[in-house]
């Protein structure tokens, strides 16, 4: 797996952009990442419809090399860490998740998060609908109203359309950054592009398998 970095300053520290759909927050540790969807593809093969578990450990093993290569002493998944109810997929990540017992995981929940205190309990991640670190808020949805807060976001599965020559054109996921936010693409590469989430005054910074670069 190749991972590729840039560096960006959001209200005078220093944050890591990778092309693997995760930012790292050196001073504190951190890996900040949203949308993994854990249960996706065990929910749609629920409901008869065949999607590769192959697609889970993929994500899964993109997650293992970042936390490895950044040295990761927390996780912070800004929500959607879920899907849907507690499946196959979700005792795969529990498996999983058995060889970071030394990482501190939280979760700001969001709108998919809907699994029981009790696995969380097990799992020992922690829950907050938000959380606060320095001047930076961390949730699962924008805000109508910053109020001179800065947000570092997920949900919305950001990305942008590139056109070329005649009707050519590429989709790519990206980073969304303001001078009050930033929103962080989905992780799982079983997601969508929204590139009709249209900001005022915003940076994107795109991405491939090689490459990560501001448009």
């Given at each position: 797996m190749n991972i590729v970095k840039q560096n960006i300053i959001l209200k005078g520290r220093v944050f890591t952009l990778t092309n693997q759909r995760a930012v790292f927050w050196k001073e504190q540790e951190a890996l900040i990442l949203s949308d993994?969807?854990?249960g996706k593809t065990a929910h749609f093969r629920k409901h008869g419809i065949a999607i590769?578990?192959?697609?889970l450990q993929t994500d899964l093993n993109r997650l293992r090399h970042l936390i490895q290569?950044?040295?990761t002493k927390k996780i912070l998944v800004v929500g959607d860490l879920f899907h849907a109810e507690s499946n196959s997929d979700v005792e795969t990540f529990k498996v999983w998740l058995s060889q970071f017992s030394d990482i501190e995981w939280i979760l700001i929940q969001g709108n998919h998060d809907i699994q029981s205190s009790h696995l969380m309990n097990e799992l020992n991640i922690c829950v907050v609908?938000?959380?606060i670190i320095d001047s930076y808020t961390f949730i699962h949805e924008d805000l109508e109203d910053y109020d001179n807060v800065f947000t570092i976001s997920g949900h919305t599965h950001p990305g942008v359309v590139i056109r070329g020559k005649g009707k050519?054109?590429?989709k790519l996921p990206?980073?969304?950054?303001t001078?009050?936010?930033?929103?962080l693409p989905a992780f799982s590469l079983f997601t969508g592009l929204n590139t009709h989430n249209v900001l005022e005054d915003v940076d994107y910074y795109a991405f491939t398998d090689n490459s990560i670069f501001k448009l």
């Open positions: 993994i969807h854990i590769s578990s192959e697609i290569y950044f040295n609908p938000k959380l050519q054109k590429l990206c980073y969304q950054i001078s009050q936010q930033l929103i």
